[in-house]
């Protein structure tokens, strides 16, 4: 159905920076929303940044104003820029899309495998 696979990971310095890419693939009708998640250890997983279809987006209040969401819809990727990065932001990263399958007549949640990102002080 659709294929989310996300790169850019790593181990990074606190201050530093990465950047996260999610390429969605396979029988797509449509994408509405692409986000992106994390779960650090011990904790439940939780909203970073999403984009509408629309191209609005919403952050976490953690991450507002160091982290930057965008999307290329000929692409059909989205990515993630992290700025500023503190060891608290340490988790795996997870893209998250809202799709719907050319065989479907809804739309349904879609996940990747996640991409581990590493701050040390």
């Known amino acids: 159905q659709v294929q989310l696979v996300e790169s850019g990971g790593g181990l990074v310095q606190a201050g530093g920076s990465l950047r996260l890419s999610c390429a969605a693939s396979?029988?797509?009708?449509?994408?509405?929303?692409m986000g992106w998640y994390r779960q650090a250890p011990g904790k439940e997983r939780e909203l970073v940044a999403i984009?509408?279809?629309?191209?609005?987006?919403n952050y976490a209040d953690s991450v507002e104003g160091r982290f930057t969401i965008s999307r290329d819809n000929s692409k059909n990727t989205v990515y993630l820029q992290m700025n500023s990065l503190e060891p608290e932001d340490t988790a795996v990263y997870y893209c998250?899309?809202?799709?719907?399958?050319?065989?479907?007549?809804?739309?349904?949640?879609?996940w990747g495998r996640g991409t581990q990102v590493t701050v040390s002080s």
């Open positions: 984009s509408s279809s629309g191209g609005s987006t």
């Open positions: 998250n899309a809202v799709a719907r399958p050319k065989r479907l007549s809804q739309v349904q949640n879609f």
């Open positions: 396979g029988s797509i009708f449509s994408l509405n929303s």
